[in-house]
């Protein structure tokens, strides 16, 4: 069994995966870098299991992306800055079907890959599939349209997300009451330019905020009903759950002061099980069941991130987004395999059935 990745060479996704698939005791997996993808169409052969990983955290993948997707030279975005996602999921698509003409087995669909990361093309999928979600707005195009759809639906509360946004980038919890508007986002406007920032702050000025949905619209908007997340020791929290080979396995609990739990923004991971017991047993089936259930809309996907929300009172629950490369979780073992280790465990396991 031959093994490749088409990766940053320099991640430490791709280097917990050949880690574990070496303590499988599997020969190293071949790196195919994205650069090389990129630039060269340099891709995975047939006769080859391919693991597609993350394009993300690498400047000059960035550019070549949006290069690739909008026709024209882009330069390596500022740290953090927020530009040009449109063009970068467009490159994607490009990027995904040489890998996909290479003729290796792929461990994840490309077309999987694009539908989990188009956040509005995946929460129709989810709806039609009877997965629950939160309900979500028609399309908007700027920060007067958000707010005319809004007054319609009768939502005070929002939250507006990029559509092909990642790690909360861009992402705003948005409460309208009359004239007030209040903000709490990691995004910040500085040099005329949009950066997605550590620290999650809070905006009560309208023009500030309108500037920041104006400056994301372009690039396409997502926008959710607000839904009101469990708590528990004063912190609302969520979970990421990465179901592999259609079984949910790994949780992690985020939970966070303010409405955005993702970890990387100073958040801290939250006892599993105290929120199991907060929930209930039969809360907490149904909501791996519905995990589990997301993972049958992506049947051509080894693993999948889930971003399952418990809604205060922990009757109901829901999915707030699905990550094709969300099996990030260091240190989470079950049944001493991290998330990578348990992919390999499943790869084998495909083998022999082959």
């Given at each position: 069994?031959?093994?490749a990745?088409?990766g940053?060479?320099?991640?430490?996704?791709?280097a917990?995966?050949?880690?574990?698939?070496?303590?499988?005791?599997?020969?190293?997996?071949?790196?195919?870098?994205?650069?090389?993808?990129l630039?060269?169409?340099?891709v995975?052969?047939?006769?080859?299991?391919?693991?597609?990983d993350?394009?993300?955290?690498?400047?000059?993948v960035?550019?070549?992306?949006r290069?690739l997707?909008g026709?024209?030279?882009?330069g390596?975005?500022?740290?953090?800055e927020i530009?040009?996602?449109?063009?970068?999921?467009?490159g994607?698509?490009?990027?995904?079907g040489r890998?996909?003409?290479?003729g290796?087995v792929?461990?994840n669909?490309p077309?999987?890959?694009l539908?989990?990361?188009?956040?509005?093309?995946?929460?129709?999928?989810?709806t039609?599939?009877?997965?629950?979600?939160?309900?979500?707005?028609?399309?908007?195009?700027?920060?007067?349209s958000?707010?005319?759809?809004?007054?319609?639906?009768g939502?005070?509360?929002?939250?507006v997300k990029?559509?092909?946004?990642?790690?909360a980038s861009?992402?705003l919890?948005?409460?309208a009451?009359g004239r007030?508007?209040?903000?709490?986002?990691?995004a910040e406007?500085?040099g005329?330019?949009?950066?997605?920032?550590?620290?999650?702050?809070?905006?009560?000025g309208?023009p500030?905020?309108a500037?920041?949905?104006?400056?994301?619209?372009?690039?396409?908007l997502h926008?959710?009903?607000?839904?009101p997340?469990?708590?528990l020791?004063?912190?609302?929290?969520?979970?990421?759950?990465?179901?592999?080979?259609?079984?949910?396995?790994?949780?992690?609990?985020r939970?966070?002061?303010s409405?955005?739990?993702?970890l990387?923004?100073?958040?801290?991971?939250?006892?599993?099980?105290a929120?199991?017991?907060?929930?209930?047993?039969?809360?907490?089936?149904?909501?791996?069941?519905?995990?589990?259930?997301?993972?049958?809309?992506?049947?051509?996907?080894?693993?999948a991130g889930?971003?399952?929300?418990?809604?205060?009172?922990?009757?109901?629950?829901a999915?707030?987004?699905?990550?094709?490369?969300g099996?990030?979780l260091?240190?989470?073992l079950?049944?001493?395999?991290?998330?990578?280790?348990?992919?390999?465990?499943a790869?084998?396991?495909?083998?022999c059935?082959?």
């Amino acid at each position: 069994m031959r093994l490749a990745v088409v990766g940053n060479p320099e991640n430490r996704r791709v280097a917990l995966f050949a880690a574990a698939v070496q303590r499988a005791g599997l020969p190293a997996p071949e790196v195919f870098p994205w650069r090389d993808v990129l630039r060269d169409g340099r891709v995975p052969g047939p006769g080859t299991l391919v693991r597609i990983d993350s394009p993300g955290e690498n400047a000059e993948v960035g550019a070549l992306l949006r290069e690739l997707g909008g026709g024209r030279p882009a330069g390596p975005a500022e740290h953090g800055e927020i530009v040009g996602a449109a063009a970068a999921f467009a490159g994607l698509r490009v990027a995904l079907g040489r890998v996909e003409a290479g003729g290796g087995v792929l461990l994840n669909s490309p077309a999987e890959i694009l539908a989990m990361t188009a956040k509005p093309r995946c929460h129709a999928l989810l709806t039609a599939r009877g997965v629950p979600v939160p309900p979500a707005l028609e399309p908007v195009h700027d920060y007067a349209s958000l707010r005319s759809a809004m007054a319609r639906a009768g939502w005070p509360r929002v939250f507006v997300k990029p559509a092909y946004g990642s790690s909360a980038s861009g992402v705003l919890a948005l409460a309208a009451a009359g004239r007030r508007v209040t903000a709490v986002t990691s995004a910040e406007l500085s040099g005329g330019r949009l950066f997605n920032n550590l620290r999650v702050r809070r905006y009560d000025g309208e023009p500030v905020i309108a500037s920041i949905v104006d400056r994301l619209a372009p690039d396409g908007l997502h926008v959710e009903r607000w839904f009101p997340k469990a708590a528990l020791d004063d912190r609302v929290l969520d979970l990421r759950v990465v179901v592999i080979a259609g079984r949910p396995r790994h949780v992690v609990v985020r939970a966070s002061r303010s409405p955005m739990t993702n970890l990387h923004l100073g958040n801290a991971r939250g006892d599993v099980a105290a929120v199991r017991a907060a929930a209930g047993e039969r809360a907490w089936e149904a909501a791996m069941h519905t995990c589990a259930r997301v993972a049958e809309c992506f049947p051509g996907s080894l693993q999948a991130g889930v971003d399952l929300m418990f809604r205060a009172g922990w009757r109901e629950h829901a999915v707030a987004e699905v990550n094709a490369f969300g099996d990030l979780l260091p240190g989470v073992l079950v049944d001493g395999l991290d998330t990578y280790g348990a992919q390999v465990a499943a790869i084998k396991e495909m083998a022999c059935a082959t």
